[in-house]
């Protein structure tokens, strides 16, 4: 069987990326603009980025790390907290710059700490969005500490998720950085309102990748990687082309020494080859058919934006991962450090 050498796709987007701030940006931009038209901005900064005029300020420093002659596009979101207003809702909408709104519950993640004690807090925001049709972009999983940390997304859908749909039934939500089979199916079988993103690990790796030989802390985020029959769920959705489920690497840089810790931070880095990477496991899948429509159509249409125009062209063409890239003063080891990715962008 003679298989393909070459993949060109429509200039796809990023709909979940972590760029971090400061002296971090030059080092993380261009990898992402490189690869993708325009990307999803998480607001998790310190502090997070909570209103309107912090996000076109933030903006601002990004497009600064944009290399000469690129061009890359940041689609900026806000983070929402307990005291979010219903009017920093409409400045957002109004700047023409916000494209999100991010619920983090308080402690469930990496600078998660001013994230939403409880989503009735936030229901004035939340009607908000609906009206102003402004997506909500999650991060599904629960935190009470008698959740098991393997169910806290399937936890989460079921006690939060899905009675605040019930109360918000015109609200644009996005499922993020899904792991498990029941997110799958729950955005699967929701209607037009929902979509989730899908990082390249989750489709790559299932959970013994964390214990490969001893612990791998550069395969720790969060959520975590599930069982394999999840992965395996979670591809299959992606391997039938549904419409609703699209590219979003969660791609998240820490410096080596906060990973490679007694305590290690959540997030892996994979902006360095992040379509490289997703032509990977589709290919595995016998699903590439689909990669076009996960990386560059489906984002667009959820989120109501025109698609890019031109291309972007994958070859067949193995390349070793550097072990590690610089990180302002620092260093981050991204995904498959010191291994081969078969796909190589023109
Ligand atoms: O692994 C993760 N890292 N998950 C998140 O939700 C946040 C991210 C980060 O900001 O490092
Ligand atoms: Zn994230």
């Known amino acids: 069987m003679t298989s393909v050498q070459t993949l060109t796709l429509r200039h796809p987007d990023d709909w979940h990326l972590h760029l971090r701030d400061g ?47 690129a061009a890359f596009t940041p689609l900026m979101t806000l983070y929402l907290t307990d005291d979010t207003t219903a009017d920093e809702i409409h400045r957002a909408r ?43 972009l999650v991060h599904g999983e629960a935190t009470d500490a008698d959740v098991d940390v393997f169910d806290r997304e399937a936890v989460f859908i079921e006690r939060t998720l899905a009675p605040l749909m019930k109360d918000f039934p015109g609200l644009k939500i996005v499922l993020e950085h899904i792991t498990t089979a029941d997110a799958a199916a729950f955005v699967r079988e929701g209607g037009e309102l929902l979509g989730a993103t899908v990082t390249p690990q989750h489709i790559l790796m299932n959970r013994n990748a964390l214990f490969q030989g001893g612990i791998r802390p550069h395969h720790y985020c969060l959520p975590v990687l599930k069982r394999e029959r999840h992965r395996q769920a979670i591809m299959d959705v992606l391997a039938e082309g549904h419409a609703r489920f699209f590219l979003g690497t969660d791609s998240a840089p820490h410096p080596r020494g906060a990973k490679e810790s007694a305590c290690g931070c959540a997030g892996i880095y994979s902006a360095h080859a992040a379509l490289e990477l ?35 062209t994958l070859v067949r063409d193995a390349w070793e991962v550097p072990a590690a890239y610089p990180l302002g003063k620092d260093s981050v080891v991204p995904l498959r450090a010191g291994t081969h990715i078969a796909w190589r962008l023109k």
């Open 23 to 69: 002296d971090a940006l030059p080092a993380v931009v261009p990898h992402t603009a490189q690869r993708f038209a325009r990307a999803i901005v998480m607001p998790n900064l310190k502090p997070p980025v909570t209103t309107t005029e912090q996000a076109l300020a933030y903006r601002s420093r990004i497009l600064a790390a944009v290399p000469h002659g």
């Open 94 to 136: 109004d700047s023409g710059i916000v494209h999100g709104v991010k619920l983090y519950p308080a402690g469930a993640t990496t600078h998660s700490d001013a994230g939403v004690t409880h989503v009735r807090h936030t229901y004035a925001a939340l009607e908000a969005m609906q009206q102003a049709g402004l997506p909500l």
């Open 278 to 312: 997703y032509a990977e496991a589709f290919e595995a899948a016998g699903a590439l058919r689909h990669l076009e429509a996960f990386a560059s159509l489906n984002g667009p249409r959820f989120y109501g934006l025109p698609v890019n125009e031109g291309t972007l």
